[in-house]
């Protein structure tokens, strides 16, 4: 039987109708679509996917059970290396990662492996009642500063070695990036609610309301008999362009947007957190985080244009996601850097101008460099701007905690194999040590700590 | 979850409640603050802490009913309990070399002023306390201020109790005769603090001022809580949340803080009427 050239499409809410909404976009393959996927795996001797992957997910074991039909087998294979499969299904670059390395994308399109970890994932939450196994105590404690992507994966990896982990949250809820910085349509809040409730049943002790740096300090936790922590604190404070106007009402970080929107519900009409429900909004960035804002802004009714000073091919934001993005009728302006945010005589944002730009040399990125055209400038009629230009690590952290090394920029300096950082029994991941990135890698960093960690405390 | 111990009514619109948080309350320091949620799905508000007993494992708050979360959190009683309540967050005042203090605070401001100057008391300096109210009804903390203060004046803004004017007025009278604070801390509405530094820059007296911006996350994240400094002629960006609260007030742009702290404001209005509006069906 030939093989089918393209992955099978993932069904997905229609554009129109999903612009309006904050649901789940993509909607996920059937069992008869996932198993005609699974079909197309060539079960190639090397599995380069394998090495594609930061958590190396058996890919084609996986795969191998879904075409026999065995998900909860599938599940299980996942499952061993990977801590949140759910979210990983939804959120990672698949792209530049397994599905990169897939020996089938050589000629046709790559199998769908995300699409169908998903599949697994989904399939095991709805359908699976097993009680999971619990490891035997060891009677070592392990504390875990922040519970996103890092942290969750280092917790849980650690607890199935029978270490008995807390977990601390300085927001009310559990998941960091993926429950405030993440959108509902692209990743609803339940599946990482049922993540979180997974570790806690096998045994994860999930504290919040508590900000290591303030509330305790990470030599208290050794006092209190931690004997080892892991800082998966995640990313700090919002970069600001540092431009006229950026005070105004109606900036806002997209930090402090997608808090309001996705952590404290401010898109839905009973909410108590308040948002602004600009008219036009401009959202300055290129990365995911950007196109997340952007999807929201239109959610809530807005006129949405995402401004860019390079061009489409450097936008660091995932394809899916920019297509995404422009199906929903967003627009971008490229090669466009603001240079003033203006305002009306009340605070409020009126416009933005912003120079134009053109592509010059390759810079240290390897990028080319935008330079500005002279005289040539464009005002954009907007009310609201959303600055997505990153963050910059968060000094909490650092600040109160003697003899951890950080670099000049403020991340958390670590041996990358293992990392461990300049204080015993300090182990980071994350964002905290990389600046900005993505969910699988710093779960991979998550699962690498949580193995030094290990062998680190059997050592002692 | 976080219980209630006491609660009590300093005025009509003030309340003063313990709460229970022994994390919290061995860590605070005055100047500092933390984030309550009054309920789940409920919104996340700055409180700075008005005192603690970290024996008894308890926390300070005043607050005044301005809006539907502050409604909310009136509405509870001793022995219940709130959703959320983490911190400190913020850096503590700094008293390190202050020997005489001013103390300047406005309203519902005194209740963070309060615990500022026991600290200075406590440690030795002499404190001189003006604290000032829109009227007689609204007074709040008085005798906690007589207590820990060498002078101490109260103002109204109707002359129905105490002084008649506004805070600046005795604060200008003791400097003009040659007083000299090492420092003069002030917290209060924006518009008072903005007077006050003025009236200080004239003499040339250091200002610390307390501010209060619109805060989500609290802890170094969403950066609402932004406010620009001018520092040797550069405009800088600085986060309440981990910088502050407290600032030089000489350097704080109270304007543009002023038309921040509004951005809400026609949200806040519509949301305490409706909360109201529940309380009084019910």
Redesign the interface.
């Known amino acids: 039987m030939a093989i089918n050239p393209k992955k099978h499409e993932m069904p997905a809410q229609d554009p129109i109708v999903r612009a309006g909404n904050f649901k789940e976009v993509a909607l996920g393959y059937t069992a008869e679509i996932a198993i005609e996927e699974a079909k197309r795996c060539l079960n190639c001797k090397n599995k380069p996917c394998v090495n594609g992957c930061p958590v190396n997910i058996n890919i084609p074991d996986f795969i191998t059970k879904i075409k026999e039909g065995d998900f909860e087998g599938a599940y299980q294979i996942i499952a061993k290396d990977s801590s949140l499969p759910a979210v990983c299904g939804r959120v990672c670059p698949q792209e530049s990662q397994c599905e990169s390395k897939c020996t089938l994308g050589i000629k046709f399109e790559p199998v769908g492996i995300g699409r169908l970890e998903r599949f697994v994932a989904d399939w095991h939450n709805e359908n699976s009642c097993d009680v999971p196994l619990t490891a035997e105590a060891n009677g070592k404690k392990v504390a875990i500063v922040g519970s996103g992507p890092a942290g969750l994966t280092c917790a849980g990896d650690l607890a199935k070695k029978g270490y008995s982990v807390t977990v601390f949250e300085a927001l009310h809820t559990a998941g960091g990036v993926l429950v405030y910085g993440i959108p509902e349509f692209r990743l609803p809040k339940d599946i990482v609610k049922k993540e979180v409730e997974g570790l806690k049943a096998i045994g994860v002790d999930v504290q919040t309301n508590v900000v290591i740096g303030k509330t305790l300090t990470v030599d208290e936790l050794f006092d209190m008999g931690y004997e080892a922590v892991f800082i998966g604190s995640g990313a700090g404070l919002p970069k600001f362009m540092r431009i006229k106007g950026e005070s105004l009402k109606g900036v806002y970080s997209a930090n402090e947007f997608l808090t309001r929107i996705n952590l404290m519900k401010a898109y839905k009409p009973d909410a108590t957190t308040p948002i602004q429900r600009g008219k036009r909004v401009a959202v300055v960035g290129g990365g995911n985080v950007a196109m997340d804002a952007a999807r929201c802004a239109k959610r809530l009714g807005a006129d949405v244009t995402i401004v860019y000073r390079r061009t489409e091919e450097e936008l660091p934001a995932r394809r899916e996601e920019v297509e995404h993005a422009k199906e929903e009728g967003i627009k971008f302006m490229l090669l466009t850097n603001p240079l003033e945010i203006a305002g009306d005589e009340n605070g409020w944002v009126s416009g933005m101008r912003c120079q134009k730009m053109e592509l010059g040399e390759p810079d240290a990125s390897g990028r080319r460099r935008p330079v500005a055209i002279e005289g040539a400038f464009a005002d954009i009629d907007v009310d609201c701007v959303i600055m997505a230009l990153g963050t910059s690590p968060n000094p909490l952290i650092k600040d109160t905690t003697k003899g951890l090394d950080t670099a000049s920029w403020g991340g958390i300096t670590v041996e990358e194999e293992t990392g461990k950082t300049s204080k015993e029994g300090v182990y980071a991941g994350g964002d905290a040590v990389t600046g900005a990135a993505t969910v699988i890698l710093a779960m991979g960093a998550g699962k690498t700590a949580a193995k030094a960690i290990d062998e680190y405390l059997q050592n002692k | 979850m976080y219980k209630i111990i006491r609660k009590k009514s300093l005025n009509p619109t003030v309340t003063q409640m313990e709460i229970e948080a022994p994390?919290?309350a061995k860590?605070a320091l005055p100047g500092q603050f933390i984030i309550l949620?009054v309920n789940e799905?409920?919104?996340?508000i700055p409180l700075t802490v008005a005192g603690y007993d970290r024996e008894e494992g308890t926390v300070k708050i005043i607050f005044q009913v301005v809006g539907?979360?502050t409604e909310l959190l009136n509405h509870k009683k001793e022995g219940e309990y709130i959703?959320?309540?983490?911190?400190?967050?913020g850096t503590a005042t700094h008293t390190d070399g202050i020997k005489k203090v001013c103390i300047v605070g406005g309203g519902v401001g005194c209740a963070i002023a309060m615990p500022v100057a026991q600290e200075f008391h406590r440690l030795g300096a002499e404190v001189t306390s003006i604290i000032g109210f829109r009227n007689k009804d609204l007074v709040i903390l008085e005798d906690e201020f007589k207590a820990c203060s060498d002078n101490f004046v109260m103002m109204t803004d109707d002359g129905s109790y105490g002084r008649h004017g506004n805070v600046t007025i005795p604060l200008k009278e003791m400097l003009s005769a040659g007083k000299d604070f090492d420092m003069i801390i002030t917290i209060g509405p924006l518009v008072m603090m903005k007077f006050v530094t003025l009236t200080a820059k004239e003499f040339g007296t250091p200002v610390t001022v307390s501010m209060n911006p619109i805060m989500?996350?609290g802890?170094?994240?969403?950066?609402?809580c932004?406010?620009?400094l001018n520092q040797d002629g550069k405009k800088v960006?600085k986060?309440a949340c981990?910088d502050g609260p407290d600032f030089n007030g000489y350097e704080v742009?109270f304007d543009?803080a002023i038309?921040?702290g509004?951005?809400?404001f026609d949200?806040?209005r519509k949301?305490h009427e409706e909360t109201c509006n529940l309380f009084k069906k019910a």
């Not at chain 2, 959703?83 to 967050?89: S, T, W």
């Open positions: 994390l919290v860590k949620r799905d409920g919104e996340r539907a979360t959703q959320d309540f983490v911190g400190p967050l989500v996350d802890t170094g994240m969403c950066g609402g932004r406010l620009t960006t986060f981990v742009d543009e038309s921040r509004r951005t809400y949200f806040e949301a």
